[in-house]
């Protein structure tokens, strides 16, 4: 079993770098850097461009390593986590990494952000888009920049729950996962005031009375929690509201060494993240990495 992080020097590589040695560290797991490389061509051509091209795939891979090294040079310091480095090749990169999640027994898959975003949030990329319909194991994210302090590991679990079986579900889940990494675990739910959400005729008053509404509720399903046995009352739970989604996410506190665990629709194929709308305005926005579960059916 081990971590395995995607890494592309110079695309979030940095940050998928530092939250897979959070993850590797409370875990207990090994830590397998694997980069995803050119594949040569599969039709035959001259021997020379083939030589060539594979030389250059090569070339790809060792320097990926030989950056990934570097940063990680300090580690062994710090904390105790087995490191190895792979250079995999694929149809795509998101395949790649599927692929070698198999390979390797990966029991969570690490991605940085895209380079393209607001610092601090989760930017889905290209590839952690494709993957967050389907990978086969929890797929974690880094915002973008993200830097860590490993040593701590993770230091808190907060599950997002909105009141449905699937949700109740996750949180049983998260809570295994919580204990697993030996820290608190808190539920949170979230709720948006849209600017358009409501008639317009009926002003904010009417908006607040629908949100103060929602979040009785809310407080209700959680409350639920304790009593159906899924979590125990010592639990923290909170209630996040705004009239964004920015704000809703900072209108809870959040610490260093957090992470956001998330579930995915029952929609999807069975043992694969699929996500609906509202969970990917979460990721999106979340000040922290998030964890992705799949779904189980």
């Keep these: 079993m081990s971590v395995v992080v995607g890494y592309t020097p110079g695309k979030g590589g940095r940050g998928s770098l530092d939250l897979g040695l959070q993850l590797a560290h409370a875990l207990d797991e090994p830590m397998a850097v694997v980069t995803v ?56 990169v998101a395949s790649a990494l599927i692929d070698a999640v198999g390979q390797l027994d990966g029991t969570v898959l690490v991605l940085g952000s895209s380079t393209d975003g607001q610092v601090g949030r989760v930017v889905v990329g290209s590839t952690a888009d494709k993957l967050l319909h389907a990978s086969p194991v929890p797929l974690a994210i880094s915002p973008r920049e993200f830097r860590s302090v490993a040593a701590e ?5 907060t599950c997002a729950f909105s009141d449905s079986a699937s949700s109740v579900a996750v949180v049983g889940r998260v809570h295994t996962l ?40 809310a407080e209700k399903a959680q409350r639920r929690l304790v009593a159906d046995g899924v979590i125990p009352e010592s639990v923290e739970r909170v209630i ?20 956001l665990a998330i579930g995915s629709s029952s929609i999807g194929p069975l043992a694969r993240v699929f996500l609906g709308s509202r969970a990917t305005k979460l990721i999106r926005h979340a000040p922290v990495p998030v964890i992705v579960l799949p779904h189980q059916g």
């Design 240 to 259: 996040g509201t705004g009239a964004t989604w920015s704000d809703t996410m900072a209108s809870i506190p959040w610490q260093s060494g957090e992470v």
């Design 37 to 92: 490389v050119p594949r040569q061509w599969s039709t035959p051509s001259m021997a020379r461009v083939d030589a060539e091209y594979g030389e250059y795939a090569r070339q790809v891979g060792a320097e990926a390593e030989r950056q990934a090294r570097a940063y990680l040079v300090d580690t062994e310091t710090t904390v105790k986590v087995d490191l190895t480095y792979r250079a995999v090749t694929g149809r795509s």
């Design 178 to 217: 919580a204990e697993r990494f030996g820290v608190p675990l808190r539920v949170a739910s979230f709720g948006v005031r849209g600017a358009t959400m409501y008639p317009p005729l009926g002003g904010i008053t009417a908006e607040d009375s629908v949100l103060d509404s929602w979040t009785s509720e």
């Design 153 to 157: 590991g993770v230091t808190k679990v």
